[in-house]
């Protein structure tokens, strides 16, 4: 590789809401940005104030969907790369070289999936179907990329490539089991109101045959079991997490029907 390639810039940008537990321990790795941007999610505890010890680009955006959120945050990069993290999530030494390597000698390709190391009570959570775990690409061009403006589990669009980085980011999503309910009760309402705006039909079915093949899924199909008794632990949350879900739409439904 030619030694006067300059090295291209990019834009760390961070959506937290309510994150002051994560937020110093997500930005401290991200010191090595050309620029980092936070967009708070209309936090009411000391998100925004952690922030600002880190950089001064912190905007507050008020939350009408995952989707449309990640697009606002983007918009606010002021570098063409754009590293989205969100603010339980880490970024690895490995993962920061990796990017800029493959920038340096895959300039074809415009966004890239990166794995995530996820933990769950002390330990990493290898099977379940928790790694590699890619989602939406989290290194994109951003004018080749923009999300669908879901309410949650949003997904994307891409002019171009897509690559898949090696080196994972490490993420906590929930600090214990108490923090599991507390945003499952704000994820299943969210899912629950995407659902019934697809018009997607409830039957009463769905609140045993999908819980119960949610478990059968993590815990048996994706090896779960050997992930241990947080492994058992965790297919068993996912399971109720999906009887709430379905449970909210058909309320959703019935107080529709009932006005």
């Given at each position: ?13 961070v ?11 997500c ?23 952690i922030?600002?010890e880190?950089?001064?680009?912190v ?5 009408t ?43 074809d390709v ?7 190391r ?8 290898k ?30 669009e891409?002019?171009g490539?897509v690559?898949?980085?090696r080196a994972p980011?490490?993420h906590?999503?929930f600090?214990d089991?108490?923090?599991f309910?507390?945003?499952m ?24 045959t999908h819980?119960?093949?949610?478990f ?12 241990g008794?947080?492994?058992l ?6 399971a109720?997490?999906t ?11 019935h107080v529709?029907?009932?006005?």
């Open positions: 590789m030619s030694g006067n390639i300059s090295r291209p810039k990019i834009s760390a940008v959506i937290a809401f309510n994150e002051e537990r994560n937020i110093r321990e930005l401290e790795t991200l010191r090595w940005a050309d620029e980092v941007v936070v967009v708070d999610n209309a936090s009411t505890d000391g998100t925004a104030r922030s600002r880190f950089t001064s680009h905007y507050w955006h008020e939350f969907g995952f989707g449309r959120l990640r697009n606002e945050s983007a918009a606010h990069a002021t570098h063409d790369w754009v590293f989205s993290l969100d603010a339980d999530e880490r970024a690895t030494p490995e993962v920061q070289n990796e990017m800029y390597q493959r920038l340096q000698e895959s300039p415009l966004a890239y999936c990166i794995p995530r996820n933990h769950f009570l002390g330990k990493w959570i099977y379940s179907g928790w790694y590699p775990n890619y989602r939406h690409p989290q290194l994109f061009h951003k004018k080749s990329m923009r999300y669908t403006e879901d309410i949650i589990h949003e997904g994307y891409v002019n490539p690559g898949y980085l980011i490490d906590y999503p600090r089991i108490q923090h309910f507390e945003k009760n704000r994820y299943t309402t969210l899912m629950a109101k995407k659902m019934n705006k697809q018009e997607r039909p409830f039957k009463a079915h769905q609140l045993l819980p119960s093949f949610t059968f899924k993590m815990f048996c199909l994706r090896l779960g079991f050997l992930d008794t947080p492994g632990i965790l297919a068993g949350l996912y109720y997490y009887f709430v879900k379905y449970a909210k739409l058909w309320e959703l439904g529709e029907q009932n006005r």
